[in-house]
């Protein structure tokens, strides 16, 4: 699971939280000074917009990911094709 990172508001310490965690209305402490942070899609602070806009990004870039994974072909085909390419550069070697 990809993580993002936080920048505390107070601290200003940085610390990672799972990108699937990081939606509207989660809230966790800061691992170094203990305040709550509070993700709200309408937040006005910096550090929190920013964190969710990185998980808002990862989410995504692991969604477009599984789309191609399930797109991709199945796990025999792509040791044929793999194969084929040995078999390729031998016959160059030959
Ligand atoms: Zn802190």
């Known amino acids: 699971m990809s993580s ?6 107070r601290c ?3 610390f990672r939280d799972r990108a699937g965690r990081l939606q509207d209305g989660y809230s966790r402490q800061c ?3 203990e305040v709550v942070l509070f ?4 937040s006005q602070h910096p550090f929190v917009k920013r964190a969710m806009r990185d998980a808002r ?9 599984e789309a191609v994974k ?25």
């Open 70 to 94: 399930r797109a991709a072909p199945e796990p025999q085909a792509t040791q044929s094709r793999r194969f084929s390419g040995r078999t390729r550069s031998m016959e160059r070697e030959d």
């Open 39 to 42: 993700f709200a899609e309408d």
């Open 57 to 65: 990004k990862v989410r995504k870039e692991q969604r477009e990911a």
């Open 4 to 9: 993002v990172q936080i920048q505390c508001t």
């Open 12 to 14: 200003k310490g940085v």
């Open 31 to 33: 691992p170094s000074c």
